[in-house]
């Protein structure tokens, strides 16, 4: 079963269960990902089904610092309830060990020295990573190895 159908099902269930918020919640996710399918004009592979999702759960974290900066905690809560949600679809993120080793092996085979190396870096970091790597996190790793 893919992540689009798991995500309709569980959208069914939330609805059937009257639990509004979470209903919404995957309903917009469902449009999101049927969006992407019309665009790419066929079925999403899982990997652009996880881009999807993580794309999102990055625009309701954005929201939840913009609305508490704002003093709006209300819609700060409902944005994180959003993201919280969005994350249980999503396969486990590495831990700090693990992007610590992949960025200090490609900082190796590269040879990175300096700051100016970062684009060098990164874009085989994500690709290694597969998904599965804080881009921010290991930005900051980089960032202490070669500062």
Do not use: F, H, W
Request: without cysteine.
């Amino acid at each position: 079963m893919s992540l689009m159908e798991q995500i309709q099902k569980d959208m069914y269930a939330a609805m059937k269960a009257g639990e509004k918020e979470k209903a919404s919640a995957l309903r917009t996710v469902v449009a999101k990902l049927k969006d992407k399918q019309i665009e790419k004009r066929d079925a999403l592979t899982e990997d652009e089904e996880i881009k999807a999702l993580r794309l999102l759960e990055k625009q309701r974290k954005e929201s939840v610092e913009q609305y508490k900066n704002a003093g709006r905690d209300e819609l700060a809560a409902s944005e994180q309830a959003e993201a919280d949600l969005i994350k249980t679809y999503l396969p486990q993120m590495m831990d700090e060990s693990a992007i610590r080793a992949i960025v200090e092996e490609i900082v190796a085979d590269v040879g990175a020295e300096s700051m100016s190396d970062i684009g060098k870096v990164m874009p085989e970091v994500m690709k290694r990573g597969a998904g599965q790597i804080d881009g921010k996190q290991a930005q900051a790793i980089l960032r202490e190895l070669l500062g």
